[in-house]
């Protein structure tokens, strides 16, 4: 299972401002997207998802972007809020296994 | 309803002890996942079960760990001799048969001194 790399490791955005987070991966088994959102002291909580078939998907504030032919997906969130302010870390799951393979992480600090 | 519960939520151990972490799912999933997370990291997969079987414990990094789920529920991580690069974060997380969203408990922090 190759690795999924993210960027950047942290950012800071400005209140109402767009928070852009990157991935990639290698991997061309992988068929599932997550991204998690993970405040301090607590574990991780699905945010959104995303599979190969589409190239967005959007949830409230927050929208996947795919792109296949790139091996890269990505984290847009519209309007960013002091409470988005946490780590978020992308994740995939190969075809036939169950296990996540996660990114480092990225910090988001949003300024009010 | 109740998420996954972790508990202890903290551990502190002596380098060499003996540790067991448990981690109750969500009622009704038949998956069960341990994660292991280092400071300023992602998860790391360490083993999965589907019911009571072992389904893949490719993640687990020697033979000092091992896990248990004999009932199909709640699960122990047990871990021998530790050592001090044991410290971590870890996670548990469970979901349902053919599914793959992953429901996180809050994790148990361990230290090794």
């Known amino acids: 299972q190759q690795q999924v790399k993210q960027s950047p490791q942290s950012l800071i955005v400005q209140k109402g401002g767009i928070s852009i987070i990157n991935c990639a991966y290698e991997n061309t088994a992988f068929d599932y997207f997550p991204w998690y959102q993970q405040f301090p002291g607590k574990g991780p909580a699905l945010l959104i998802a995303?599979?190969?078939?589409?190239s967005e998907k959007k949830e409230g504030r927050f929208t996947i972007s795919f792109n296949k032919s790139a091996k890269q997906f990505s984290l847009h969130i519209m309007d960013s809020q002091p409470g988005d302010s946490a780590t978020y870390f992308c994740?995939?799951?190969?075809?036939?296994?169950?296990?996540?393979?996660f990114g480092a992480g990225t910090r988001l600090a949003v300024h009010p | 309803g109740a998420g996954v519960s972790q508990t202890p939520s903290n551990k502190v151990t002596e380098k060499g002890k003996y540790v067991e972490l448990r981690c109750d799912p969500i009622s009704g999933h038949t998956a069960l996942y341990w994660y292991r997370q280092s400071l300023g990291q992602g998860p790391e997969f360490l083993i999965y079960f589907q019911g009571t079987g072992a389904a893949d414990d490719s993640g687990l990094p020697n033979d000092r760990f091992f896990a248990v789920r004999p009932e199909g529920s709640v699960s122990t991580l047990k871990i021998q001799r530790t050592e001090r690069g044991d410290s971590a974060v870890y996670l548990c997380?469970?979901?349902?048969?053919?599914?793959?969203?992953?429901?996180f408990g809050p994790g148990t922090r361990l230290t090794v001194l």
């Open positions: 995303i599979r190969p078939d589409v």
């Open positions: 994740a995939a799951k190969a075809r036939g296994y169950n296990k996540l393979i």
């Open positions: 997380a469970s979901s349902l048969k053919g599914t793959d969203t992953q429901y």
